[in-house]
């Protein structure tokens, strides 16, 4: 009798130590997604395909973390790599020489994975589409350090540029143009889709894959760049994107995107 | 002073004399999932070949049949018990006993689910064998199993038999 | 200063006093040494690898001393090996314990490796072969209070390369053995172990729209019974809610897993017959974890592991999320004398084992639905994997022994390696082994193996045939020498068209006491390498392999 005594005991004891969170139906989301925000926006680079089956799912949750925080987060789509390369009945060629040079780069072993204001390099860099939201986040509660502004006129890009406060003098600029709604055909689990809307496709990186050194002061400073759009982008699904980033550690201090007109 | 510290320092580490290895005492499953502590094992005094093995390892499945053909002449001869150690994981662990009665081998046969034993002993890749005196300390070892391995083993069993 | 001197000086005695203690201390340890030399190779798609060497390397030391032991590991990949993750790169110390048994009372701080049950809610386990470690950090706790009662718990971070993952891990194990516990039981015929663990995850939730929990807890309950010949095992776990998406798509549904062994064995006669069935169960130290990082449980694969290399071709991996599985398997071997035996024996096997998805897929709780699979599904469910073989083992003469094999293996690439091919590949493997022993201590071994894919419209040819033979010369007890060829008759996919590639290569290995020096050269196809149901994918490559291990 003392022995099973001893055995309920000792098993009740261990029950103590279940903790475990049990969430009901109705409380599943919390959306209090208001903060205060002090200007400094994110970028989110997503390394795509299209032969990647799981990579909709990644591009999905990056639309939702835009219209979650609006026009405070900025996406680029990289498609590099084996599962942007055209094969079969792919046939559209979304990679570009920068796009390739950041995946060589970054090297991610598994797609779709992506990098919220490559923040975190070299060991962390790379993260799961999971994880955006909640780095979004924290990027979002910062201080920002530089101040950027994009203006667009007869084939000209304009961006203004200052430091909020002092700073290191690593600082490089990188201009982009990407375009949105382009239809064409994407994998998705094991559907092919064939009018599949791809956003964020990144076309050109106009000042070279790393960018251009900046000497950054308090004052705004402008830079010019010129640029030219292919035949078959659609300049109104077109954007620029002008990001400003410390070198020593790749990490993105600010970013901007204005959307090309007619 | 310093120099008295240092030398007593050193003293103490030469008096840590660094013996024979015993076995290291670690939980083991039976092929009926009972749990069985390595200090259990025993041969009054005579020697022990305890021998690494997985269902999945032919070289190791070869050593321990080709010892199965003169186990009896070892054990008349030697009084030596050999004890086969299987490391197949959960996948593997319910094929163990029936691999053993396949063979017909007449060893005593334990699991080591989860490497604890093979971790303890320093076990990279199996086959590993290892001999043990009449104290259970380990006096020979070897990794690996060619055709006439089986021979060495009994020398060295015979040389600590005597 | 004197006096610190002097009291440091004193307080060498009771070490001095330990020294002598009757039982003496000693130290082991191994040494495992891997390394590759990689020429760039067009014809057998082997790209250029800027260090032209890679390495892996590790050795353990541990120390022991009566009720004491300690250990540490350093680990050395510079650079890691290919189709090993590259966040190994670099040197460390990921492996660092001290053990200690105090009257019955095993307490370890620092690493530790641990299983409850079959490891469908924990296992922390090592396979370096697959560049698998998620070792625990933190304290453990083992207790015999009665007899026949034994209890584990823990609190630990685990391994993530050279970092620790974030969430805090607890555990609770105990095993009850009723025969020993219970004086009435002692002489039964039965005989029957009990056990049940708990397992939980603590993470903070940061996820800006869901709700997420911070505990994630399972539990299982595990018992074997055994009479005689026949034995039974069963396992059962649950998980609670363990939602681990982004802001899209958060799925609150728990997980379960069940598996159960039934078993009859006798000397020349096994017959084992085994199911299980996942759902969502998919257990990490950090939500949304992939690939093989920071896994907390291990849910074995429900099908044959096969030893030879085409066999071995396509491998099947358990997928967690959700799959029912069955395998059977009948061994049998015909007496020496008799008949079908001959003079020495024969051992024949046949196993079969099918593996399909759930019925519509595995549990799902959000915000727009709800849905629980059916507990048995067969008919209509896509199937993963199924696989029929017989395995043939007869020494024919002193000198001779002879192995065949035979496999059909239907394969879903696309599940098990996430492609997008929307065709099983079927494939038919045949394997011939001759052993011959020319003199006492040398040995001839050769292998046969022909790899047939079915090409007709229905299923997807992959890469087409294969052929492979082997030779292996081995001089007992140091020697050996092996010659290996693999040969593809080539094949066309994606409208592009693969040459014939024989991928030749040769190897020999010295061997003495724990010492083995292996040294490889020429070309290694690409392969998916599983054990256990995990897999790694290793590229193909060309040149040098040295491979040298020790223990002392």
């Known amino acids: 009798m003392k022995k099973t005594y001893f055995l309920f005991l000792s098993l009740l004891t261990l029950g103590f130590f279940i903790s475990c969170d049990k969430i009901e139906k109705d409380n599943f989301t919390d959306p209090d997604a208001s903060f205060p925000w002090l200007g400094k926006k994110v970028l989110i680079e997503d390394f795509t395909g299209v032969k990647c089956p799981n990579c909709p799912d990644a591009s999905n949750e990056l639309k939702a973390i835009e219209e979650l925080y609006p026009d405070k987060v900025i996406g680029i789509a990289l498609h590099a790599g084996f599962f942007a390369k055209p094969g079969g009945v792919f046939e559209t060629d979304f990679r570009t020489e920068g796009g390739e040079e950041l995946a060589e780069f970054f090297s991610p072993e598994s797609f779709p994975i992506g990098m919220v204001n490559r923040q975190g390099y070299p060991d962390n860099v790379l993260l799961n589409y999971t994880d955006w939201a909640s780095n979004v986040n924290e990027q979002l509660l910062q201080i920002p350090t530089i101040e950027l502004s994009i203006s667009e006129s007869d084939n000209r890009i304009t961006i203004e540029a200052r430091r909020l406060s002092d700073g290191n003098n690593n600082l490089k600029l990188v201009v982009c143009i990407t375009e949105d709604k382009i239809i064409d055909k994407q994998y998705y689990y094991s559907d092919l889709i064939e009018d599949y809307e791809h956003n964020h496709v990144l076309r050109k990186i106009v000042n070279g894959t790393w960018g251009t050194n900046v000497d950054l002061s308090t004052s705004s400073k402008p830079f010019p760049f010129d640029y030219t759009l292919e035949s078959d982008w659609v300049r109104s699904n077109c954007n620029v994107i002008a990001f400003v980033y410390d070198s020593s550690n790749k990490e993105i201090l600010q970013v901007e995107k204005v959307h090309l007109t007619e | 002073m310093k120099k008295f510290m240092i030398l007593s320092a050193l003293l103490s580490f030469s008096l840590l004399s660094f013996s024979q290895r015993a076995l290291p005492k670690v939980d083991l499953k039976t092929l009926d999932n009972n749990t069985i502590n390595t200090s259990e094992f025993d041969n009054d005094g005579k020697p022990i070949v305890i021998s690494f093995w997985a269902t999945w390892c032919k070289p190791c499945i070869k050593e321990l049949t080709n010892i199965a053909d003169v186990y009896e002449d070892w054990q008349d001869e030697t009084g030596v018990k050999i004890i086969a150690i299987s490391i197949d994981d959960a996948r593997n662990m319910s094929k163990v006993k029936p691999k053993v009665n396949a063979e017909m081998w007449d060893y005593e046969v334990y699991c080591d689910p989860n490497g604890d034993l093979k971790r303890a002993m320093g076990v990279g890749s199996v086959p590993h064998t290892f001999l043990l005196n009449e104290n259970k300390e380990i006096v020979w070892q070897h990794t690996g199993y060619k055709d006439g391995d089986e021979y060495d083993l009994y020398e060295e069993i015979e040389a600590i038999s005597k | 200063m004197r006096l610190l001197n002097l009291i440091l000086a004193f307080s060498c005695i009771p070490f001095l006093t330990w020294a002598q203690d009757n039982q003496n201390g000693n130290i082991q340890g191994d040494f495992n040494f891997s390394a590759q030399s990689y020429s760039e190779d067009p014809s057998i798609n082997a790209e250029k690898v800027n260090e032209s060497m890679l390495m892996n390397a590790y050795s353990n030391i541990r120390f022991n001393k009566g009720n004491f032991t300690a250990g540490v590991r350093f680990e050395s990949y510079l650079n890691v090996l290919q189709g090993f993750d590259s966040r190994f790169n ?125 505990n994630v807890a399972s539990y299982a309950v595990r018992s074997t019974i055994n009479r005689g010949k026949v034995s039974f095992n069963s396992e059962y776990a649950y ?147 199924r696989d029929f073989n017989i395995d043939f083992k007869k020494k024919i003469t002193k000198k001779v022994k002879v192995m065949a094999n035979y496999l059909d293996i239907i394969y879903n690439k696309d599940v098990i390696q996430g492609k997008n091919i929307g065709k099983n590949i079927h494939a038919r493997v045949g394997i011939l082994e001759l052993n011959y022993k020319l003199k006492p201590k040398h040995t001839v071994r050769g292998e046969f193996q022909y790899l047939a894919v079915d090409k007709s419209e229905e299923n997807y040819s992959d890469q087409g045939d294969w052929v492979m033979g082997l030779v292996e010369y081995t001089f007992s007890p140091h020697w050996f020498f092996a010659f290996v060829d693999q040969y593809n008759g080539g094949y066309t996919s994606e409208g592009k068209t693969y040459e014939a590639v024989h991928y030749l290569n040769i190897s020999c290995g010295y061997s003495k006491g724990t010492n083995r020096f292996e040294l490889g050269y020429g070309k290694v196809r690409e392969g998916v390498f599983c054990v256990g149901g995990v897999c790694r994918n290793v590229p193909s490559s060309n040149g040098f392999t040295l491979n040298i291990t020790s223990s002392f």
């Open chain 3, 90 to 214: 670099g040197n460390g110390i990921p492996y660092r314990f001290a053990q200690y048994n105090v009257k019955g009372l095993d307490i370890t701080v620092g690493n530790f490796y641990e299983q409850f049950g079959n490891g469908l809610i924990f296992r922390s386990y090592e396979e370096k072969t697959l560049g698998i470690d998620n070792v625990m950090d933190g304290v453990r706790l083992k207790y015999s209070p009665l007899k026949g009662l034994s209890l584990k718990g823990f609190v630990a971070t685990q391994r993530l390369f050279w970092e620790q993952g974030p969430g805090i891990i607890r555990g609770i194990d105990a095993e009850l053995n009723l025969n020993e516990a219970f004086a009435e039981l002692e002489k039964s015929k039965t005989n029957a172990i009990l056990g049940g663990s708990f397992v939980s995850r603590f993470e903070e939730d940061d996820n800006p729209v869901f709700n997420l929990p911070e």
């Open chain 3, 239 to 385: 998980k609670y809610n363990d939602p681990s998406g982004g802001i899209t798509y958060n799925n609150f549904a728990p997980g379960n897993a069940l598996m159960t062994n039934l078993s009859y064995s006798e000397r020349g006669l096994g017959i084992i017959l085994e199911a299980h069935r996942v759902d969502n169960m998919d257990y990490r130290s950090k939500r949304g974890a992939t690939g093989k990082e920071l896994t907390l449980n291990y849910i074995p694969a429900i099908s044959k592991q096969h030893v030879y290399t085409l066999a071995a071709f396509y491998p099947f991996a358990t997928q967690p999320t959700g799959e029912l599985g069955f395998q059977g398997e009948i061994n049998y071997t015909f007496k020496k004398k008799s008949k079908l035996g001959g003079k020495y024996g024969t051992q024949v096997a046949i196993n079969y084992s099918r593996i399909n998805a759930l019925h519509a897929g595995p549990s799902e709780l959000t915000i727009n639905r709800e849905y629980t699979p059916m507990f048995i599904s067969i008919d209509n469910e896509e199937l993963f994997f």
